[in-house]
């Protein structure tokens, strides 16, 4: 079965930066574009970044210019570089894989933006 893992959340004061990685299985993994999302408390889940099986980049504005999205396809793995980390990017951060109609999710990695 798909199995989307991600690792590298924690707490970082503003201004700080942080690497979130997901490890896919089960799936062919160049062949599935690879997202972001993110889901703060109270509020709806919201697309971060993404990166197509093509490698294009595409970035939700509230993050452009700070984050970096990239694939290894030999890896199986997707990496979020996070900069200039804003008390408003504290969420829970989810890794998506999805292709024509099928679409998994991982079980997220808690992010915390604070002094």
């Known amino acids: 079965q798909v199995q989307l893992v991600e690792s590298g959340g924690g707490l970082v004061q503003p201004g700080g930066s942080l690497r979130l990685s997901c490890a896919a299985s089960?799936?062919?993994?160049?062949?599935?574009?690879m997202g972001w999302y993110r889901q703060a408390p109270g509020k709806q889940r919201e697309w971060v970044a993404a990166?197509?099986?093509?490698?294009?980049?595409n970035y939700a504005d509230s993050v452009k210019g700070r984050f970096t999205i990239s694939r290894n396809n030999a890896k199986y793995t997707v990496h979020l570089q996070m900069n200039s980390l804003e008390p408003e990017d504290t969420a829970v951060y989810y890794c998506?894989?999805?292709?024509?109609?099928?679409?998994?999710w991982g079980q997220g990695t808690q992010v915390t933006v604070s002094s």
């Open positions: 998506n894989a999805a292709r024509s109609v099928h679409n998994y």
């Open positions: 089960g799936l062919i993994f160049s062949a599935y574009a």
């Open positions: 990166v197509s099986s093509g490698g294009y980049t």
